[in-house]
């Protein structure tokens, strides 16, 4: 069962555009989101979060949007680059001061179109 | 360097081998989790570490998986006995524990293959 869901495995956005990436959970237990961006051959590096307190964070060209009820959330990058092109990976966790395993989704792989 | 650091980059193994997989975390780390990511999905959490204590292996597939953490840095991640199915990439985290939800830091994983 798929706790954390990325329903698009590929986006392709142009250049300069809005890149919006999209994850849905069904765990209502989760109460902070993280969005992940791997390149090839390499870990997992951390980009932004939130805390289900919230309904936006914003970090320069990164905003994610949290809306509880939907269970949904999604990255949003702007302006994108041609470096943002690698895959995007949502990731969702229940606080608890030391044991925060992460429940990923599948990914959705974003290309750059210069 | 300063990040979290996995040997080998790469392991071939023949189906019924042992191999050992290893992460050094980032110095200071006080948690440290192993997750299996296999082709095409999301890494899967395997086991978490607060210093030498192994307080959640729930992840963990089968007894022939087996980690350890003896001094609180180094932590080893050994398979008995491979099968295919255990072909995947094993990435190992840390993240601090001075407070709540700090972002874990990923190794570049080791990519395990087993024929």
Request: hydrophobic share 30%.
């Amino acid at each position: 069962d798929q706790q954390v869901k990325q329903n698009s495995p590929s986006l392709s956005v142009q250049e300069g555009r809005i890149s919006i990436l999209n994850c849905d959970y069904t765990n209502s237990m989760f109460d902070y989101f993280l969005w992940y961006k791997k390149y090839p051959a390499e870990g997992p590096t951390f980009l932004i979060s939130i805390s289900s307190i919230k309904d936006k964070n914003e970090d320069g060209r990164f905003t994610v949007f949290l809306n509880k009820s939907a269970k949904h959330l999604s990255l949003h990058i702007v302006p994108s680059q041609p470096g943002d092109s690698a895959v995007y990976f949502c990731a969702a966790l229940i606080s608890n001061f030391g044991n925060e395993k992460l429940t990923f989704g599948t990914g959705t792989r974003l290309t750059i179109i210069p | 360097g300063a990040g979290v650091s996995q040997s080998p980059r790469y392991k071939v193994a023949k189906r019924g081998q042992d191999v050992a997989l290893r992460c050094d975390p980032i110095s200071g780390h006080v948690s440290l989790f192993w997750y299996q990511q296999a082709l095409g999905q999301g890494p899967e959490f395997l086991t978490y570490f607060q210093n030498e204590a192994q307080l959640d292996k729930s992840g963990l597939p089968s007894d022939r998986f087996f980690a350890e953490r003896p001094e609180g840095s180094v932590s080893t991640l050994k398979i008995q006995r491979t099968q295919q199915e255990d072909s995947a990439v094993y990435l190992c985290a840390s993240s601090a524990r001075d407070r709540y939800n700090q972002p874990q830091h990923f190794g570049d994983g080791t990519r395990l293959s087993i024929l």
